[in-house]
């Protein structure tokens, strides 16, 4: 048994560990590994999330138990000070000396602060470790409660981007100060930076370029920046970023041979001048150069995990620098040689598109054979392929500048071709070292079937993730070219897709889960993919509420409420068109108060009450119902809400009665289930105060009857609804929205709005138009009979459960007592209360 | 928060030396789950009946700490039974309580037994 010890718990220190566990001689080593910050390894690369919300233990490499179960001896906050090469030992700062066989170098790197006279003041920080982000915070913290909004990053490189990002995310006004003429100059040229300049201009952040720092103005804390020449900028806090320095003490304590301007000096095998001592990542001097880059430092972690356990590897002497991210919501990547560093005679080919942002400029030798480098901002899409053009050398097309323009021959075919027309060896995931030959021979072996199995066995796409389409692709080629059909089944537990499953369930006449999955499945029991799905469908089929076969409901149809962050639910009764009387508002306010509710008005114009436990669910309905409520369904994948204007009743622009069409709309859509929710709004007149056109189906009246958009929605990607029809009168609208909501629900993918469908839809609109007006299918009344089945079956399904003994049973926190969940803690807020944060 | 989460270690049945009788069969829909109380503490027992087996875990999730994991839904994952809780969908393994769809810490399990119409389950302590 041979000790290691590994100095260091950085990414890089991390993955010598997971390395090495994963060895087949790991059982011949005890591991041990030393890490000064006080928490285990965590994703640095990654480190602004931290600001928008992410913990520290979402950014950890690892779980807790994860060294423990791998048999590794971790000390966190413990600084090893001493290397006793003679004796093969190494001490702690409290002198506490453990020996070793080996020993490994993972020290990282610290900030680089130029020695400018008054960085020590208050209010300078730098932007390393978490420690770093939680300091810098809160003092963020105290300049706004004062009023003082302005902050610089001094660095205009990668990391002083990432920063002055997670400036400008704390609330303050970023400026990022730069020494060169341009924006990471290392990586980008003066037309890239330009571009790259302007798009995080256009976000409200100040760049500063050739500007060299004098000294920093104040008396105690910060005051400004005063540059050389003459001029100044006033600021309140400065983070610092103006590159790294390699920790190298320890080992230049000890005689290590360190590079002159630091960094240990390490071999191909990454071993340092001791053969005993190996040094990884940003610490070690290889090839005279530090990569500060996490993919080279895991290459590193494998060669030297490789020549401890006596197996021969080494690093190349060219190590590749490419790279891809983003930054500040802008792409930028640059490959090869992309600066023509080595000066060679190169055609430089370079595309500029102000107008959206885009700069692209590649490198290829004068007889147009060879990529050599390239640069992209703004749009970077292109990346892997033209990074696997590069790096296999590949034969560049006829006209080189194709590469960035796309080819205007008009085939539509890829940059690359065919996926499979890649050499086996060519590199696709770069930060965990996988090949296009690793990932189809998972599938050829029979080890991986899918997608997420080939990410599991090969790590391919961990990483930064960049790589992931093209993983996808070769995976979809590998399983096609084995004879496998690549299709869109919902889950492991059906070779269907949806709309297959749809037509199997309604020519079949199944009715319960475990039908379909004994007679379609693939012999598995479901999961929370497939079951809620088939719920879904049969209610659509059968016109059913979510009461029947409760267990294989989403969780918030199980319990018809929406669980909340506590596990709390909220309950919305129905208001159509957001038309209340003051009477039933009043009872609304009763039942709020009575029950000790939170009570807010949603987005979608009805009252929304937060809180209340499983026990308390049906004993509020039941008032509601009373009182001539109903479920509003707001919990389900179905309408939610109609919303209004109020239109010619009483607006003096309304062009017709936009309120009354929409109660009528919003009853006869009401507790449908679909493959996604549904909202739809109507609006008087042109001015739109319903903002129809952000709804899956909207009206807007105007002279001679209403035009019908279809296909809206807000979330994550807004997309205005399209005009279906125009000038029709209600009875026509009923029918055209009949016709296209169901069309919708036979043919979408399992959580689909209808925006994306429409987005998917062969011929789009057009084609919609053909089917919903003209028949083209010839399937209008079938459309419009299921539609009405579903119109005249409905039940509000709360009542349902208020009104059964057997249903009302399900509300309990626990089956074998009354009491509610004692886990709950509330907090107040302004006037009322709210669940206690997260940790 | 830390220290709810050191109530429940995985009880194997060698170790049981408590069965206790929580509820009758009919309790738990089939092919879904209900919520125990036992002293302190909650567990969330399955009635995985297209397997005809029963299973019993932690009703908190480790992800967000909330007691919510009995009224998630279940199924396999490559033969694998397992539940997926309620608020973001963390997948647990019913055998062994193992994340399977991440790295956080495996959940506690507890062993179920059937008397008759009742449902125990077994405690070590």
Redesign the interface.
Known sequence: MKNIIVIGNGMVGYKFCEKLVANENYANFKLTVFGEEPRRAYDRVHLSEFYDGKSAEDLSM?????YEENNIDLHVAEMITEIDRENKTVANHRGVKYSYDYLVLATGSSAFVPPIPGVEKEGVFVYRTIEDLEATEAYAKKLKAEGKLEAAVLGGGLLGLEAANAVKNLGLNAHVVEFAPRLMPRQLDKGASDMLQAKIESLGLKVHLSKQTQHIQGDKAIEGLQYVDDTELKVDMLVVSAGIRPRDEVARECGLEVGTRGGIVVNQKMQTSDPNIFAIGECALLNSMIYGLVAPGYDMAEVAVDNIVGKDNAMPEYIDMSTQLKLIGTEVASFGDALNDAKEAVDEITYVNKRNGVYKKINVTKNGKKLLGGILVGDSSDYNSLFQIYSNGMKLPEDPEDLILGSRGGDGEGLLGDVMDLPDEAQICSCESVTKGQICNAIESGEANDLGDVVGCTKAGTGCGGCKPMVKDLVDATLKSLGRVVKDSVC??FDHNRQELYDLIQVKEYTTF?EVLDKHGNG?????L???LVASLMATIYADTANKE???Q???D??LAN?Q???TYSVVPRIPGGEITPEKLIILGEIGKKYDLYTKITGGVRIDFFGATLNQLPKIWKELIDNGFESGHAYGKSLRTVKTCVGSTWCRYGMDESVSFGIELENRYRGMRSPHKIKGGVSGCIRECAEARGKDFGLIAVDGGWNLYVGGNGGATPRHAELLAEQIDNETVIKYIDRFLMYYMRTAKPLQRTAAWLDRLDGGIEHLKEIVINDKLGIADDLDKEMSTLVNKFECEWKQAIESPEMM??FS?????E?A?D?LVFVPLRDQKMPQH?? | ?EE?LKQYKTTTIENVTVWYE??NVS??????G????YKGK?IA?FN?D??GKWYACQN?CPH?????LS???I?????A??V?C??H?K?FSLENGE?LNG????IATYPVRIEGDKVLIGFDE
């Open positions: 690892s779980s807790a138990t994860w492991e537990h475990n598995g029991h479901g999961c929370e497939c079951k809620p409760y267990a294989i989403d969780s918030n199980r319990f669980i962050r506590n596990g049973s399900r926190h626990f089956v074998n007592s009491e969940d886990n997260w940790k | 928060m709810i929580a509820a309790s738990f829909p089939k092919d879904g209900a919520c125990v109380k909650q027992v995985f297209r397997i908190l967000k700490m909330e007691m919510v009224r998630g839904m199924g396999d994952h490559k033969g039974p397992k997926a309620p608020l969908k997948t994340n790295d956080m810490d495996a």
